[in-house]
């Protein structure tokens, strides 16, 4: 049977992506309350994590290269102004949406603490917000419990002037190729995939840009690394393949054993 493209329901796929997590992820994605408490309790420390800003710089640049000077912006999921802050140098007015009270607060400190008179703060869900157009509207790994995805691009589409940004980390658990080499099928996610579709079922033609994207993370013993291991799936493992993939991919560093973390980001955007 032939199956034309235009047949497959691409925000279908992203719905069973959704519904397919498991544990505390999956409430987190159908629970309101779960997921404040979540970034809640995550909040006061959240700037002390590395994060996609801090460890690659090229994805700011490349978005900021994206939104004219003196233009307005609407972030969504601005989080603790990770990126927010450093646009409001480029920007006459920034609308910061966030779903957590907690996160905002801690970008409310920020915006006061640096005299920053141009980042207004909603508390919301971009799905329920009610604003007007604003030039650009720019999303930063914010989209990953949005379930009627379409509407909410169509908002999105619809509310901007010029521009809309998407930026997707495409995430895979860091020891990824170790879990293949142990029987574990590929886990990298393909969300951004969906998204690039759907925009597409929309009659809207984005272009898509990929990052590539290196962080360090540190371990204080080989314990800790195996903990890691057998936490993320669930069993123990094969000490011979873990123990080559260290010796491969692991540098010893002032009483550190330090891995570099690859990835890559998606920079899915199109003008208006």
């Given at each position: 049977?032939?199956?034309?493209?235009k047949?497959?329901?691409?925000?279908e796929?992203w719905?069973n992506r959704?519904?397919?997590?498991?544990?505390h992820?999956?409430?987190?994605v159908f629970?309101?309350?779960?997921e404040?408490?979540?970034?809640e309790?995550?909040?006061?420390?959240y700037?002390?994590?590395t994060?996609?800003?801090?460890?690659?710089?090229?994805?700011?640049?490349?978005?900021?290269?994206?939104i004219?000077k003196g233009?307005?912006?609407i972030?969504?999921g601005?989080g603790?102004?990770?990126?927010?802050i450093?646009?409001?140098?480029?920007?006459?007015?920034?609308l910061?949406?966030?779903?957590?009270k907690?996160?905002?607060?801690v970008?409310?400190?920020?915006?006061?603490?640096?005299?920053?008179n141009n980042?207004?703060?909603?508390?919301?869900k971009?799905?329920?917000?009610?604003?007007?157009?604003?030039?650009?509207?720019?999303s930063?790994?914010?989209?990953?419990?949005?379930?009627?995805?379409?509407?909410?691009?169509?908002k999105?589409?619809?509310l901007?002037?010029?521009?809309?940004?998407?930026?997707?980390?495409?995430?895979?658990p860091?020891?990824?190729?170790?879990?293949?080499?142990?029987?574990?099928?590929?886990?990298?996610?393909?969300?951004?995939?969906?998204l690039?579709?759907?925009?597409?079922?929309?009659?809207?033609?984005?272009s898509?840009?990929?990052?590539?994207?290196?962080?360090n993370?540190?371990?204080?013993n080989?314990?800790?690394?195996?903990?890691?291991?057998?936490?993320?799936?669930?069993?123990?493992?094969?000490?011979?393949i873990?123990?080559?993939?260290?010796?491969?991919n692991?540098?010893?560093?002032?009483?550190?054993?330090?891995?570099?973390?690859n990835?890559?980001?998606?920079?899915?955007?199109?003008?208006i």
């Amino acid at each position: 049977m032939y199956l034309d493209y235009k047949d497959i329901d691409f925000e279908e796929i992203w719905q069973n992506r959704i519904r397919s997590k498991n544990g505390h992820e999956k409430q987190r994605v159908f629970d309101d309350e779960v997921e404040r408490e979540f970034w809640e309790k995550l909040a006061p420390n959240y700037d002390k994590n590395t994060t996609l800003y801090d460890y690659s710089k090229e994805v700011f640049k490349i978005v900021e290269s994206l939104i004219e000077k003196g233009s307005s912006l609407i972030e969504i999921g601005c989080g603790t102004g990770k990126f927010t802050i450093p646009l409001s140098n480029k920007c006459k007015d920034i609308l910061a949406v966030d779903f957590s009270k907690d996160m905002l607060k801690v970008l409310k400190e920020k915006i006061e603490n640096n005299n920053i008179n141009n980042i207004r703060a909603l508390e919301g869900k971009w799905e329920d917000a009610n604003i007007d157009k604003m030039d650009y509207i720019l999303s930063v790994n914010s989209l990953y419990r949005v379930w009627n995805i379409k509407d909410a691009l169509r908002k999105m589409n619809a509310l901007a002037r010029k521009a809309v940004i998407i930026v997707r980390t495409i995430q895979k658990p860091m020891f990824n190729q170790l879990y293949m080499e142990l029987g574990i099928e590929d886990q990298t996610v393909l969300d951004y995939i969906y998204l690039e579709n759907i925009i597409h079922s929309l009659g809207i033609y984005a272009s898509m840009q990929y990052i590539d994207v290196k962080n360090n993370i540190y371990f204080n013993n080989i314990e800790d690394i195996y903990r890691k291991i057998e936490e993320d799936i669930g069993r123990k493992a094969n000490n011979n393949i873990i123990d080559s993939f260290i010796e491969k991919n692991f540098v010893k560093e002032e009483n550190k054993y330090v891995y570099t973390n690859n990835s890559k980001v998606a920079i899915i955007s199109w003008k208006i």
